[in-house]
């Protein structure tokens, strides 16, 4: 499958299904780990690349593969990579650079406060800072902590009911809404599936979030 351009991307997923399963196709057609935006139609679905994840083939690479992206398959073009996080003021800050080694922004994994997860900034040059907020922490504190209390009790009686059995509660991966100022500009859901609705967020940075995942 052709890559698609990655500059003005609005949605997209990590991973190596290429052409899903569907009622007029019996089995998923898998390819290389990728950057994918969904394309086709709902009885031929298709995830069609944008860019491309390292590999461990590749000589010299700039960070770890899995955190390297090239716009080709065979890796001759590297688009952007993620370098190792630093610890600054208790936050873990990812830095991203583009193919000339210039830092094109930086993500910042900031640490909990309770009864909430860590929450992430994206710093962009020249726009405002984006901030990753919780879904269940919008409104007033006394309502994000009744949300919480909520789905905690939920929590205890999925556990209860599959206490002793084989089966598993399915957790749902954590969505994220994520504001410069008053206006949401991207959401994720987990680490992979990202839609952003804001022009001038630089896809670069969003995949790099994606890349180092929600944890």
Request: net charge positive.
């Amino acid at each position: 499958m052709e890559p698609t351009p990655w500059a003005n991307v609005r949605e997209f997923v990590i991973s190596s299904v290429e052409r899903p399963k569907s009622p007029k196709r019996m089995r998923s057609v898998w390819g290389k780990p990728a950057v994918r935006v969904p394309t086709g139609s709902s009885d031929y679905p298709a995830l069609a690349p944008c860019a491309f994840l390292g590999s461990s083939s590749v000589p010299n690479p700039p960070s770890r593969p899995e955190l390297t992206l090239y716009e080709d398959i065979d890796t001759q073009r590297l688009l952007c990579y993620v370098e190792e996080p630093q610890e600054v003021n208790r936050e873990q800050h990812y830095v991203v650079r583009d193919s000339r080694q210039q830092a094109i922004g930086t993500l910042r994994r900031v640490p909990p406060k309770r009864p909430f997860k860590h929450t992430w900034r994206i710093d962009q040059p020249g726009h405002p800072t984006i901030i990753g907020r919780n879904e269940w922490a919008s409104g007033t504190a006394g309502q994000a902590v009744a949300r919480v209390a909520i789905r905690a009790a939920f929590e205890a009686v999925d556990s209860a009911f599959y206490a002793g059995t084989d089966q598993k509660p399915t957790s749902k991966a954590r969505t994220l809404e994520w504001l410069a100022g008053d206006e949401v500009v991207m959401t994720s859901e987990g680490s992979s599936k990202v839609e952003i609705q804001a022009d001038w967020v630089d896809r670069r940075l969003a995949f790099a979030f994606a890349l180092v995942g929600d944890k």
